[in-house]
């Protein structure tokens, strides 16, 4: 037995580890050589009702303790995470299949910040109402309520990250959640439960199940459910925000992307390379903001092209753990054989000109053979219809597009349906910002490439999302409004006055 094999994972709520009644478990899998890493219990319907009720009874108490109380436990919470940082990050690797490099420098540490933000951000009065003097005699004033029980579902590109990133804002604005990682990437869920409680959160408060979707979406559904935060494709998104509007519950969104990136002819090439570089391979090209459609302007073709090749002799495939890894496999077999049916059909069906990587694993250590891995792939010469243009892959798959106009370059980077990130690259911050402008995406980006801090809120356009994470304006999704108007002048008007 590995020693990377892990403890079974139960549920989590009344503030402890609870057994599943369903007599059913999964494995999660360490998706770089395929070996099993723990048994994983699936909830039956029985045990998120029962998760459910344990939030709903912490709900009273929690949303009624001061925020400065709530922010001491959730400061307490961000501490705890940054000193078992690489602990976590190791066993984030082995689930989701990132490179520690990664996961150690980024994963945990960008949840952390976001729960910080928050602690900060109720702790120092976010929030306070509003007041506002209607006449001499009368005031009208405004609270801010939290919602209730709230149900987070993560998607498993960013399994600790997106816990972190939905439960932050939902418990410092006082609800209760029940969270359901992704089936792939399970392992994080009660860790950050155990590190909640040792907080000092009450029981009740952060609860987990696990499952496939049905699970999710016999959760989501629940009556009880106030609000649906979910990450995920934009064809489940659908499906999940169809069920809670039908229901009247609140939803956050956070959907795929197939998100464009424009180089003008002005920009630095190295800045360029390194930036489409970073918005394709970096995670593996599974970051759902990737900018997948690289505009380049059609005189840079021979530069660029050369430039890029050179640079992604730098993408290192390899053991998780080594320092020099920076490119770990794909988190899934299913996840696998989609990319790679993505290539085949760029190279068969589309026949797009393939610049580098293409079919096959990279070449890799025996110990990895049977883990999912696939060869960061470049298609140049692409063309809009082009189904590897059209749809979000989600790996490590590049489509360079070249263009004559800048105008004709913004025209095509927004024809599609989705509008999660975009970005360019020039030397012109007036061209910059007229582009940004245009370009029709909730997340933008000016000479760099995916950096997403907990003070940028961050959602996506038409069918990419609903509503925003992050920010001052994350956390009010998060909460419902409640408008007082006192009247103190001691009479009541009525139009029913005897005649
Ligand atoms: P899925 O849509 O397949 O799954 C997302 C989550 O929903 C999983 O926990 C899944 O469970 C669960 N689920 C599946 N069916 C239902 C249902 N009917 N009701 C409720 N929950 C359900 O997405 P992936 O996990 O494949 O994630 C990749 C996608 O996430 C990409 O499209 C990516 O762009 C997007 N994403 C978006 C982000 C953003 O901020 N906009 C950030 C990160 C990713 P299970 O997996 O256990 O079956």
Same mark, same amino acid.
């Given at each position: 037995m590995s020693s990377d094999v892990q403890s079974p994972r139960q549920l989590f709520y009344d503030g402890e580890i609870k057994s599943a009644t369903s007599g059913k478990s999964f494995q999660t899998l360490n998706p770089s050589n395929a070996n099993t890493l723990a048994d994983i219990h699936i909830a039956s319907n029985a045990d998120v009702d029962a998760a459910i009720a344990s939030a709903d009874r912490a709900f009273p108490s929690w949303s009624q303790t001061p925020p400065a109380a709530r922010a001491r436990i959730l400061q307490k919470a961000v501490a705890l995470l940054r000193e078992r940082n690489d602990e976590i990050a190791r066993v984030e690797s082995l689930d989701s299949g990132k490179a520690y490099t990664e996961t150690s420098t980024v994963d945990v540490l960008s949840g952390a910040d976001v729960l910080e933000y928050y602690a900060n951000f109720i702790g120092g009065g976010g929030l306070n109402g509003e007041t506002t003097q209607l006449r001499e005699d009368a005031w009208v004033y405004s609270n801010k309520a939290a919602l209730g029980v709230c149900a987070g579902i993560g998607a498993w590109n960013y399994p600790i990250q997106i816990a972190l990133w939905k439960? !932050? *804002?939902?418990?410092?604005?006082?609800?209760?959640?029940?969270?359901? *990682? +992704? $089936?792939?990437?399970p392992l994080h869920a009660q860790t950050l439960a155990e590190i909640y409680r040792e907080a000092g959160l009450p029981a009740g408060v952060f609860n987990v199940v696990y499952g496939a979707g049905d699970v999710g979406s016999y959760l989501? +559904?629940? *009556?009880?459910?106030?609000? @649906?935060?979910?990450?995920?494709? @934009?064809?489940?998104?659908?499906?999940? !925000?169809? +069920?809670?509007?039908?229901? &009247?519950?609140?939803?956050? &969104? $956070?959907?795929?992307?197939?998100? *464009?990136?424009?180089?003008?002819?002005?920009? $630095?090439?190295?800045?360029? @390379?390194?930036?489409? &570089? &970073?918005a394709n391979f970096y995670s593996t090209g599974q970051v759902c903001t990737n900018g997948t459609r690289v505009f380049v302007p059609r005189g840079w073709k021979e530069a660029f092209e050369k430039r890029l090749l050179e640079q992604v002799e730098h993408v290192r495939p390899g053991p998780l753990f080594d320092e020099a890894t920076n490119f770990g496999p794909l988190s899934s077999a299913i996840h696998q054989e989609k990319v790679t049916e993505y290539i085949r059909h760029g190279i068969e069906t589309d026949k797009a000109k393939l610049l580098y990587g293409g079919l096959g694993k990279p070449s890799l250590p025996k110990d990895l053979e049977n883990g999912y891995w696939v060869r960061p792939t470049v298609f140049t010469d692409c063309r809009d219809n082009m189904k590897i243009v059209k749809d979000e892959i989600f790996g490590p798959v590049m489509s360079i597009l070249y263009y004559d106009t800048v105008e004709e370059a913004v025209r095509r980077a927004n024809n599609t349906e989705l509008g999660l990130a975009a970005g360019v690259f020039t030397k012109d911050i007036n061209q910059a910002h007229r582009i940004i402008g245009q370009l029709q995406a909730g997340i933008t980006w000016i000479n760099t490439w995916g950096e997403s801090p907990a003070e940028m809120a961050v959602g996506g356009w038409k069918k990419s999302g609903l509503g925003v994470e992050n920010g001052r304006k994350g956390i009010e999704a998060w909460l419902q409004n409640k408008s007082t108007l006192v009247d103190m002048s001691g009479t009541v008007p009525t139009v029913f006055a005897k005649l």
């Open positions: 439960s !932050a *804002p939902c418990l410092a604005a006082g609800n209760t959640m029940i969270y359901k *990682p +992704s $089936e792939y990437t989501t +559904s629940h *009556p009880t459910i106030a609000k @649906v935060s979910f990450t995920g494709q @934009v064809s489940t998104g659908l499906k999940v !925000a169809g +069920s809670a509007a039908g229901r &009247m519950k609140y939803v956050t &969104m $956070e959907l795929g992307g197939k998100s *464009p990136l424009i180089i003008l002819p002005d920009a $630095e090439l190295d800045n360029a @390379v390194n930036g489409a &570089m &970073m």
